[in-house]
């Protein structure tokens, strides 16, 4: 797959449909919004970057989309959320992507956080439980003409045994039992995701060493449990 969002690509090369969706977000809300970022601690080059490439306004419904610069949750179909850009830009920070590495996304939603992993990676299998999110996202990212990232509509926690290994692997919600995404970590790869701990639940990211793994808590967060199975929509 290819990665027509590389951070090398002059914005004048980007598809017709990011440049229209990107015309949604005044020049005045992403100066602010990146401010907020870099004041919450983002200070990665390549995160601020790929969010800069992508409009979160594209993936929201057009009722929703004067919440898109802002730092909050925005409601998704089938009852789903988008998280608040802050916390995906922390979990994503914390997942370390180079451009060689294959990245696994659990809970794609609407296509938005695997936009922005295709602008850092090789490339992104997205894998999402409802048909009607899984099939909008796949029609955006059509639209934004990312051709290195793919959505799955399937059960992220019941990934073939064959499946192959990742570099990295991301889960939009919380995961008490990581072995399921762990097996599925190439040596050395890093998982994230939101864990159970002490006070509340907080964004973790996992490394993979030899037969065994190190957890680093990150940040506080709040995100649902993930939930087995696949739905055509609520």
Known sequence: MRNSLNPDVSASGLAPALRDGDEI???????AFFLRMRARGIHDLGVLRAFELIPRAFFVDAAYRALAARDVPVPLACGQTMPEPWLLARMIEALAIEPRHHVLEVGAGSGYATAILAAMAADVIGVERFQTLALAARDRLVALDIGNAAIVWGDGLALPLAAEAFDRIIV???VTDTDVFVK???PEGLLVCARPAASAPH????????????????????????????????
């Open 25 to 31: 977000e005044t020049a005045q809300a992403k100066a």
């Open 172 to 174: 939009h919600g919380l």
């Open 184 to 186: 599925r970590l190439a």
């Open 203 to 234: 964004a973790a990211v996992i490394q993979r060493r030899g037969d065994g793994t190190k957890e680093t808590l990150v940040c506080p967060c709040r995100l649902p449990s993930m939930i087995p199975g696949i739905a055509a929509a609520l």
